[in-house]
């Protein structure tokens, strides 16, 4: 009889096989060589240079299944990035996660709501048969001896490595400034028609602030944007710290200007009731009132909350990785996605990150001693970035 309910207690540092409850069916003691947490883009895309290098038992796990995140977008909500079919000049769609893949050819358009893409996804992962489980959430993560455990609702997954990619969508920002549960964030707004009333403030101005603005603007809505910066106004060509191109087009629409307010360089101090309405009080002592529940466009606190002690900090918060985007201080812990940095360099898009996908899968490959030469063809397509001096030169016109 064990000495506890096996699936659902914490972590214990008795892994006998009696007390081993497997969220995946697997037997005690026979760990997978990769688990990669969570089947989004990052997730999807990092699986499938491991199975060209050879890497044959790999599972992906999602709390809910395949591109769950872009399934929850705001309905009307598209890819800022264009997709476009550029692979047969061998220049890979800029939303593709994978070689040999073009959203733009799948779904025959530019810009892919969420739920398109999320079909693309699906499709990627069943093309290449990445061995997936759904409906397990993992709640933390362990070293244990020369493996990894990873805690889920359903019981414990033994792994060599772990290639954590489980995003930030699903983690949205709720507490920017007191007063924060007086408004509602914009990750939970399912549709823009949801939203009754013809005036509305936005507190945030990049991409996520400024998509809302511009459909509720469509709707014939009258909408403040509020932001401590301009970025509509920064004066860069990387995305990563600007409006994109999309945007700034969109906003500039007849339509979008006359009804949208951007103003920037205002610091929200803190949101009150103030029946029937609310007020927006502002650090340098204004106030702003405004009739329906403010909308929170002030970014996501994402995922890697919950294996942050496996992790050392850069100064500006983000996770300090290897040359091979493994953790610095916990072996075999692997980040793909958007939270990856290096020096400067911010990979936040996929067309960014999806270029460090083949990284990763080398340096697993050659530590399970298998030869990856595969993952070279990677490099032609420009999905195997390990020399970042080539990177960031700004446009000069
Ligand atoms: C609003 C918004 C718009 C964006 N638009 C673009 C764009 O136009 N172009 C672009 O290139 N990039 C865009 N990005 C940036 C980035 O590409 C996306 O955030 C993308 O979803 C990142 O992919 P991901 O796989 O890291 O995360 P996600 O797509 O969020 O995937 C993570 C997966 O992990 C699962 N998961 C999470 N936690 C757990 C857990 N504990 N256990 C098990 N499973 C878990 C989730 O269910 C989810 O399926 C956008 C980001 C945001 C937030």
């Known amino acids: ?52 290098a050879g890497v044959e038992d790999v599972l992906v796990i999602d709390r809910h299944g395949v591109g769950a995140s872009f399934d ?5 909500m598209r890819f800022i990035t264009p997709s476009f079919p550029t692979n047969s000049i061998g220049m890979l769609d800029l939303n593709a996660v994978a070689i040999g893949t073009s959203p733009a050819f799948s779904l025959q358009l530019e810009h892919p709501t969420g739920r398109q893409y999320a079909a693309y996804l699906r499709s990627v992962a069943e093309i290449f048969k990445i061995p997936l489980r759904t409906g397990i959430d993992v709640r933390s993560l362990r070293r244990h ?29 709720l507490t920017s400034f007191p007063g924060s549960n007086h408004c509602v964030h914009s990750a939970l707004i399912a549709s823009w028609d949801q939203v009754a009333s013809d005036e509305v403030l936005i507190i945030g101005g ?57 103003l920037g ?25 405004t009739k329906a529940r403010p909308i929170m466009a002030t970014g996501f606190t994402g995922s890697l909350k919950l294996v942050a002690d ?16 493994e953790s610095t201080i916990a072996d075999g812990l692997f980040l793909a996605g958007p939270m990856v940095r290096h020096d400067e360099h911010i990979f936040c898009f996929i067309y960014k990150f999806r270029q460090r996908f083949a990284v990763v899968a080398k340096a697993i490959a050659e530590r399970l001693e298998l030869p990856a030469e595969q993952l070279e063809m990677y490099r032609m397509w420009g999905m195997y970035l390990d020399d970042l001096s080539c990177c960031g030169e700004e446009c000069v016109c």
């Open 72 to 76: 929850r977008w705001p309905q009307q």
């Open 310 to 325: 496996h992790f050392a900090r850069r100064t500006d918060g983000f996770p300090l990785l290897t040359d091979r985007d």
């Open 206 to 262: 990049y991409e996520s602030g400024l998509d809302a603005a511009i459909h509720l603007a469509r709707l014939g809505k009258r909408v403040t944007v509020l932001d401590r910066g301009e970025p509509w106004e920064v004066d860069s060509s990387d995305p990563s710290v600007t409006a994109s191109p999309y945007t700034l087009e969109r906003l500039r629409a007849a339509e979008v200007r006359e009804r949208v307010t951007l």
């Open 265 to 289: 360089g205002v610091d929200v101090f803190e949101v009150c009731r103030n029946r029937p309405g609310y007020r927006v009080q502002l650090v340098d002592g204004r106030d702003l009132v």
């Open 1 to 52: 009889m064990p000495a506890f309910a096996p699936c659902d207690a914490g972590l214990r540092d008795n892994l006998d096989a009696a007390n081993f409850c497997s969220a995946t069916g697997r037997e005690a003691g026979k760990p997978y060589d990769v688990v990669i947490v969570g089947g989004g883009a990052a997730g999807i895309g990092a699986a499938v240079p491991l199975l060209h």
């Open 145 to 173: 001896g020369d493996r990894w455990l990873l805690q889920t609702d359903a019981g414990l997954i033994e792994t060599k490595f772990v290639i954590w990619a489980a995003g930030e969508f699903q983690y949205p920002r």
